[in-house]
C-alpha cells in the first residue's frame, strides 16, 4: 500500500514537472504586465499625441487648415456671414473666419505644459481601466484632467490675441455692418469664449486621432513598450 502510494506520488510529481516545463516554453501574453508599465505606456502614447498633433495645431493655419479642428462661425453668427457674402462683403467675412482661427492657434502654444503634468498624473490604479476602455478612453482622462486649467489659460490669450490683430475692431466693424443691414435682428455673440471651447475641443481631437492610430493600428506603435502594453487590449 505505502508502495504503491509513493509510486503515485512520484507520478504525480513528475507529471507536474513536465507540464510546468510545457507552460515555461510556452510565450508569455500581455497578461503579465503589472498596473506600472501600463501606466508609462498610456503615458508614452498621449505624450506622442501632444508631440505629433497638438503641436502642429499651434503653427499658424494649425486650425484653419485643418478641416477636424477648423472652428467655424457660431449659429448665430452663420447667418452674418451667409448675409454678408449675399451683399458683396465675402472677404470681410473671410477676414473674420480667419482671425478666430488665428487665436486658437496662438491659444494651444500654452497648452503643452499643462498636458505634460496631467499625463504625468495617470495612477497606476487608472492605467488597466483606462487601457482597456474605448478608443478615446485615455483622450477623456486628459480631458478631465486638463479641461477647466487649459480654459482658464487659453480665454485671455485668445482675448489678447483678437486684440492684438485687431480682431475685435475687424468683429466689432462686421457685426455693426450686419446689425446695419435692413430685415435683421441684432446679434452680439462672445466670440471669446465661442474661441475658447472650439481650440478645446480641436485639442482633444487631435489627440482622440492618435491614440486612435495607436490603438488600432499596430503600425503606429513604434515602441516595444506600445507594442507590449497596447497588445493587451486587441
Not at 485615455?138 to 485687431?166: D, H, M, W
Amino acid at each position: 500500500m505505502k508502495r504503491t502510494l509513493l509510486l503515485v506520488l512520484v507520478f504525480q510529481l513528475v507529471a507536474c514537472t513536465e507540464l510546468q516545463q510545457v507552460v515555461n516554453q510556452l510565450p508569455q501574453g500581455p497578461t503579465g504586465i503589472g498596473n506600472a508599465e501600463i501606466a508609462q505606456g498610456l503615458r508614452e502614447a498621449l505624450n506622442m499625441g501632444i508631440e505629433k498633433q497638438v503641436n502642429k495645431l499651434a503653427l499658424e493655419n494649425g486650425f484653419f487648415r485643418n478641416e477636424l479642428v477648423k472652428i467655424l462661425l457660431p449659429e448665430e453668427l452663420q447667418k452674418v456671414d451667409k448675409t454678408l457674402r449675399d451683399v458683396g462683403l465675402g472677404n470681410l467675412a473671410d477676414e473674420g473666419l480667419r482671425i478666430i482661427n488665428r487665436a486658437a492657434e496662438d491659444a494651444v502654444g500654452e497648452a503643452t505644459p499643462i498636458f505634460v503634468d496631467a499625463v504625468k498624473g495617470i495612477t497606476f490604479n487608472d492605467a488597466r481601466q483606462i487601457l482597456l476602455g474605448s478608443n478615446n478612453a485615455a483622450t477623456q482622462y486628459l480631458e478631465n484632467s486638463t479641461k477647466t486649467q487649459l480654459y482658464n489659460k487659453f480665454n485671455p490669450i485668445i482675448k489678447n490675441s483678437f486684440q492684438k490683430v485687431g480682431a475685435d475692431q475687424i468683429w466689432s466693424n462686421i457685426i455693426t455692418r450686419y446689425n446695419n443691414l435692413p430685415l435683421t435682428n441684432d446679434v452680439n455673440p462672445d466670440l471669446t469664449d465661442y474661441t475658447t471651447n472650439q481650440a478645446l475641443e480641436g485639442v482633444y481631437t487631435m489627440i482622440a486621432v492618435e491614440e486612435q492610430e495607436i490603438r488600432t493600428k499596430i503600425s503606429s506603435r513604434t515602441t516595444d513598450l506600445l507594442k507590449k502594453v497596447f497588445a493587451l487590449q486587441d
